[in-house]
């Protein structure tokens, strides 16, 4: 039987440490972990051959038939296509006959040109296009080193991708204040696969700020008519990932996404000098936290397990659920939060989501819509597992 280190995993391959963006919340760039100056620009090839060799390793043990390999930053389109190009030749030869891949990319989208678009498509590459609304909203944040709006660079982007079919999804960090509606409605004309809203990234120690400036529960404020506009659509728009995933959970289901639910996170990040990470984003919360000791060059990923308690729990057995949310009616559903949301310096990750009230607001909400309170999402999870425990007897 394989130890718990060597369970299934996914992996962010960060190949950039650079951006030709600067987006004012950045946490790669501009929050507390400041270790890109330090890093290389770019992934070299010794390096990017040594995190595939260590995936093929963990692939044969853990027996894991498919695996996700997501190219990120930085900005990832910055290796160039040529070098891209070669790199999924050498995932091919090395992977395959081992694993099933599917390919992502997180991208700015603001460097793809036909080349990129074509590779894309030929290589079936998931394309997640990071963009935050109307060039109004999304120039406000979204940047590049001379103070200029990004948004009419990553429309011509889209369309370059939508010309040569290439599928993509769009990334979106909701910002407070803005009209959550009009941006739903924006985005759904772009015809994205998935709409992926995110929480904007503060904890504890940085949170007041933002309630100060827009009221107590800006992001229930923000989703609250896109919930509205999405449930009129009944179907017909993109997918909104965020919001599905919470109907599964006031449902019965499992999470299938690391925003609630306190599971095992199930995958690393393997940076531009072969530095595993357990969750980038928790260089958020501090220097250093997001590290975890071990290299691509030297570890495979099942050293995590003897070099960080910390990131062990938090990629193979999943942390545990933070004191404060112990009462709480949304403690399976919710269950905490996403991970660097609960941080402070004081206690830790010992905290509920620094975005709880929102959270909660949000449950309450669609628990009216679905007409399911709490105790009908217990009787149903328990129906779920004892039909699951019937199935593999
Ligand atoms: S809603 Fe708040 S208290 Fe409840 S589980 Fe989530 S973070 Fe914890």
């Known amino acids: 039987m394989s130890s718990h280190s060597e369970q299934s995993l996914q992996f962010v391959l960060k190949v950039s440490a650079r951006c030709n963006l600067n987006c004012t919340y950045c946490y790669v760039f501009n929050k507390a972990d400041q270790s890109w100056k330090s890093r290389s620009a770019l992934m070299g090839d010794a390096v990017f051959d040594a995190a595939i060799g260590r995936i093929r390793r963990h692939c044969i043990a853990s027996g894991q038939s498919i695996v996700r390999l997501m190219f990120h930053g930085g900005e990832p389109l910055l290796v160039g296509p040529r070098r891209f190009r070669g790199w999924l030749d050498r995932i091919a030869a090395e992977l395959d006959g081992i694993v099933k891949v599917r390919l992502a990319i997180q991208t700015n989208a603001t460097l793809i040109d036909d080349e990129w678009a074509r590779l894309f498509a030929e290589r079936a590459v998931e394309v997640g296009v990071s963009l935050d609304g109307p060039q109004a909203v999304n120039d406000r944040f979204r940047i590049d080193h001379a103070g200029r709006g990004s948004y009419l660079n990553v429309v011509r982007g889209i369309e370059t991708l939508r010309r ?210 709490v105790e009908e999402t217990e009787m149903r999870r328990s129906l779920l597992v004892e039909m699951a425990e019937e199935r593999l007897a």
């Open 164 to 373: 040569h079919g290439a599928a993509f999804s769009l990334l979106s960090v909701i910002q407070p204040g803005a009209d959550g509606a009009a941006i739903y409605r924006h985005f759904r004309g772009m015809s994205p696969g998935t709409i992926n809203f995110l929480f904007p990234d503060h904890n504890h120690d940085d949170i007041a700020a933002v309630r100060a400036r827009h009221g107590d529960a800006p992001i229930f404020d923000f989703l609250r008519p896109v919930i509205d506009a999405w449930i009129l659509d009944c179907g017909t728009g993109p997918e909104v990932p965020l919001l599905r995933n919470m109907c599964r959970l006031i449902m019965g289901g499992e999470s299938r996404s690391d925003m609630f639910g306190n599971s095992a996170l199930g995958f690393v990040f393997v940076e531009v000098d072969g530095e595993i990470e357990g969750l980038d984003v928790l260089r958020l919360d501090g220097e250093g936290v997001s590290a975890c000791g071990a290299n691509v060059l030297a570890n495979d990923f099942s050293a995590i397990a003897q070099l960080s308690d910390f990131h062990d729990r938090a990629i193979f057995r999943g942390l545990p659920l933070p004191g404060g949310c112990m009462d709480c009616p949304e403690r399976r559903t919710c269950a905490g939060g996403y991970l660097p949301h609960r941080y402070s310096a004081a206690r830790g990750f010992d905290n509920p989501s620094a975005w709880c009230t929102d959270i909660q607001l949000l449950f309450s909400y669609l628990r009216r819509l679905l007409d399911v309170d």
